[in-house]
């Protein structure tokens, strides 16, 4: 068996894939299958084009589910400097991509990965699948999987060296809880660490957040602190 990290967002991965997909059959099947008028033909190529927009964005976020998301684990991981024995947290750990990724890196620390659980970010996500991936990959014995909430994680203050999270935070409603969720995250972390939150969503307010939680931050793509 292999580790499996899951698909993002499944229902809107399912929705536009088969919508789409919908679509350009019928819009094939029409224009093949009847003598339409030209009116009727450019009805069908529209109703083609329409359909392959989401059935390309659908295709996309199935194929990062595949192979990109573990192209950008590595990416994540290698931005952040490591000697091996940090304690690492994963915010909205899932089926356990980045807690899994950072354990393999690490000799004497620990990696630690806190969620909720919710179905429809991620399939096939719950408590079960992090484990299962970490003692596929060999690292079972690094890491730690825990139910909890990003807006108020139960960790004393300064508890962990590395702090990451992907796509996390914009599953959270609402500016001042993606906010509080920023404010644990640097509540967390030691004086001298890192925390690394890369979402798909402009990650300017994370950062604003960050700031005024005391991290110092340089942005990229992602968004970078330290203590």
């Known amino acids: 068996m292999k580790a499996h990290y899951g698909y993002d967002a499944p229902g809107i991965m399912r929705g536009l894939t088969l919508g789409g997909g919908g679509a350009v059959l019928v819009a094939g099947a029409l224009g093949a299958g009847l003598r339409l008028p030209g009116w009727g033909l450019?009805?069908?190529?529209?109703?083609?084009v329409a359909g392959a927009v989401p059935l390309g964005l659908g295709l996309a976020m199935a194929?990062?589910?595949?192979?990109?998301?573990?192209r950008m684990r590595n990416r994540m991981l290698d931005l952040v400097p490591w000697t091996g024995r940090e304690q690492m947290l994963d915010v909205g750990t899932g089926a356990g991509l980045l807690l899994v990724g950072a354990a393999r890196r690490l000799t004497g620390g620990r990696a630690v990965g806190i969620d909720i659980w919710a179905a429809k970010d991620l399939s096939?996500?719950?408590?079960h699948a992090a484990p299962r991936n970490a003692?596929?990959?060999g690292v079972a014995d690094r890491v730690e999987v825990?139910?909890?909430d990003a807006r108020q994680l139960d960790f004393p203050d300064g508890s962990f060296d590395r702090v990451l999270s992907l796509l996390c935070l914009h599953n959270i409603e609402?500016?001042?809880?993606?906010?509080a969720a920023c404010a644990e995250v640097a509540r967390v972390l030691r004086p001298g660490g890192t925390a690394l939150i890369a979402d798909y969503v402009p990650t300017h307010g994370y950062a604003a957040a960050l700031r005024r939680a005391g991290l110092q931050v340089g942005a990229s793509q992602a968004c970078f602190g330290t203590a």
């Open 42 to 48: 450019a009805a069908c190529a529209l109703l083609g």
């Open 63 to 70: 194929a990062y589910g595949r192979w990109g998301k573990m």
């Open 124 to 127: 096939g996500n719950g408590p």
């Open 174 to 179: 609402g500016a001042a809880d993606r906010d």
């Open 146 to 148: 825990l139910t909890g």
């Open 135 to 137: 003692a596929l990959e």
